[in-house]
C-alpha cells in the first residue's frame, strides 16, 4: 500500500469515526437545521481531507470541530456581509426618492432580508445570491445553472424588484 492509499484510508477511517460527532456540533451551530448541518460536516470534511495531516492527531474531535466551527463562522460573516450588500442596496434607493423622513431601510435587520430572501422562488433566489451575494459575474452563473445570460439578467431583475416589494414596500407605493 503506498503513502496515498495510506492516507485515504486513515482519512476514512477517522470520518466514520467523527460523522455523528460532527453531525451533532452542526446541529447545535445551526439550531437544528439539519439540512444545514449536513452541509456544514461536508464541507468541514472536504476541507478536512485537504489538510489531512502526514502525522498522527492528538485529538481528531477537537481539530475537526475547530474546522467545523470556523467554517460556520465564516459562514455567519458572509450573511452579515449579504446584509450590509443590501442596506448598501437599499440606501440608494431610499436617496433617490428625496424624502424628509428616515429611509426604509434603516429598519431593516439581518432575519428581515434572510425571510425576504427564503420567500423568493428558487428560480429567482439562487441566481441573485450568485451574483449579488458571492459576487460571480453574470457569464459565470450564468454558466453554472445552466441558463443564458439574458434569462439569469432577467431573474436577478425580478428578484430584486420581489425583495425590494417585500421589504420596502412604503417606497414602491411612492414610485408608483
Given at each position: 500500500?503506498?503513502?496515498?492509499?495510506?492516507?485515504a484510508?486513515?482519512?476514512?477511517?477517522?470520518a466514520?469515526?467523527s460523522?455523528?460527532?460532527?453531525?451533532?456540533?452542526?446541529?447545535?451551530?445551526?439550531?437544528?437545521a439539519?439540512?444545514d448541518?449536513?452541509d456544514?460536516v461536508?464541507?468541514?470534511?472536504?476541507r478536512a481531507?485537504r489538510?489531512?495531516?502526514?502525522?498522527?492527531?492528538?485529538s481528531?474531535r477537537?481539530?475537526?470541530?475547530?474546522?467545523?466551527v470556523?467554517?460556520?463562522?465564516?459562514?455567519?460573516?458572509?450573511?452579515a456581509?449579504?446584509?450590509a450588500?443590501?442596506?448598501?442596496?437599499?440606501?440608494g434607493i431610499?436617496a433617490s426618492?428625496?424624502?424628509s423622513?428616515?429611509?426604509?431601510?434603516?429598519?431593516?435587520?439581518?432575519?428581515?432580508?434572510?425571510?425576504?430572501l427564503?420567500?423568493l422562488?428558487?428560480?429567482?433566489?439562487?441566481?441573485?445570491?450568485?451574483?449579488?451575494?458571492?459576487?460571480?459575474?453574470?457569464?459565470?452563473?450564468?454558466i453554472?445553472?445552466?441558463?443564458?445570460?439574458?434569462?439569469l439578467?432577467?431573474?436577478?431583475?425580478?428578484?430584486?424588484?420581489?425583495?425590494?416589494?417585500?421589504?420596502?414596500p412604503r417606497?414602491?407605493?411612492?414610485?408608483?
Open positions: 500500500m503506498d503513502r496515498e492509499q495510506h492516507l484510508q486513515g482519512f476514512s477511517s477517522m466514520k469515526r460523522r455523528r460527532y460532527l453531525l451533532g456540533v452542526a446541529l447545535r451551530l445551526t439550531r437544528g439539519m439540512g448541518a449536513e456544514l461536508q464541507d468541514a470534511m472536504v481531507f489538510r489531512f495531516p502526514q502525522g498522527r492527531l492528538d481528531e477537537a481539530w475537526l470541530k475547530k474546522i467545523i470556523r467554517l460556520h463562522l465564516d459562514s455567519l460573516r458572509r450573511v456581509t449579504r446584509a450588500v443590501f442596506r448598501e442596496y437599499f440606501r431610499d426618492l428625496q424624502t423622513e428616515a429611509p426604509a431601510w434603516i429598519e431593516l435587520t439581518n432575519d428581515n432580508v434572510r425571510t425576504a427564503a420567500q422562488e428558487d428560480r429567482y433566489r439562487v441566481p441573485f445570491e450568485l451574483v449579488e451575494i458571492e459576487g460571480l459575474n453574470y457569464d459565470l452563473a450564468a453554472r445553472l445552466g441558463l443564458n445570460r439574458n434569462t439578467a432577467s431573474r436577478i431583475r425580478r428578484a430584486r424588484r420581489a425583495l425590494r416589494k417585500t421589504l420596502l417606497s414602491e407605493e411612492e414610485a408608483d
